[in-house]
């Protein structure tokens, strides 16, 4: 089933136009990795999403991004609801300055959407998710800066969980772990991909060839190629993506 679909979705930064005609669709309770070179729209992609590109002066975006059959630049858009279908994690892990208990704890002390006496198997389910539970279940006090960065990035995965958002927006998500905290993030989307769909943008094209499902070659605002990752990688109907790919450039 499609859960994501852009028709001929544009953005610009002023006049620098980042985004062309994008038109992709994107099925639910998988993983969907964006590759290309710097600079080619695969991050400004992935925000414009749950619209984080609102918060950027002096910019437009036109076309459709329906989520759930809904076109969310609809002007009626609540922000606040999007924002919680569609989480995001970012390159750098950004958990508050706040325990481990109260990371878990924000979104929904913040949203009401439990009670008190419900909080504690919120912590433990959340942290159960991102298999953090038997390192953490005896530091919940713990300040999240004091965390490995894996651990960080684990956490700032959980602290979206209790939200129940549809989807996972990660930007390069292990661009700054060690290659076995990198494996491990990887196996965490594999499982999470039970109940998630998960998109992440990479530059590691290994990383997305053992992740991802579907794969998505993005270059100078334009999606060259989509398609099932297997055939992404090993027989593209494109030269482009072929060309990088093989690493002839990028």
């Known amino acids: 089933m499609i859960i994501i679909e852009t028709q001929r979705l544009n953005f610009f930064y002023g006049n620098f136009h980042a985004l062309k005609d994008i038109t992709i669709s994107i099925s639910e309770k998988s993983i969907t990795a964006l590759i290309g070179p710097s600079g080619c729209g ?26 759930n059959r809904e076109n969310v630049l609809d002007g009626k858009t609540d922000l606040v609801s999007l924002r919680k279908k569609v989480g995001m994690v970012f390159q750098r892990p950004n958990p508050f300055p706040l325990s481990v208990r109260e990371n878990i704890l924000f979104g ?30 005896d530091r919940l006090d713990a300040n999240a800066l004091k965390l490995s960065l894996e651990q960080q990035q684990r956490l700032c995965i959980a602290r979206l969980l209790p939200v129940k958002p549809d989807v996972l927006l990660m930007d390069e998500p292990c661009s700054t772990l060690d290659p076995i905290s990198t494996e491990r993030i990887e196996e965490l989307m594999r499982v999470l991909k039970e ?19 579907d794969t998505g070659f993005m270059l100078l605002g334009e999606l060259i190629e989509f398609g099932k990752t297997p055939n992404i990688f090993t027989n593209p109907r494109h030269q482009k993506t072929n060309d990088y790919v093989t690493g002839r450039f990028g």
Do not use: C
């Open 42 to 67: 695969k991050s400004t992609f992935l925000k414009a999403l749950n619209r984080m590109t609102d918060l950027i002066e002096g910019t437009k975006i036109s076309g459709h991004i329906l989520i």
């Open 108 to 137: 929904p002390k913040i949203h009401q959407i439990v009670k008190p006496n419900e909080y504690e198997s919120l912590i433990e389910n959340s942290l159960r998710a991102v298999l953090l539970w038997n390192d953490l279940k």
């Open 195 to 213: 109940n998630y769909t998960i998109i992440i943008v990479t530059h590691n094209m290994q990383q997305a060839a053992r992740v991802s499902d």
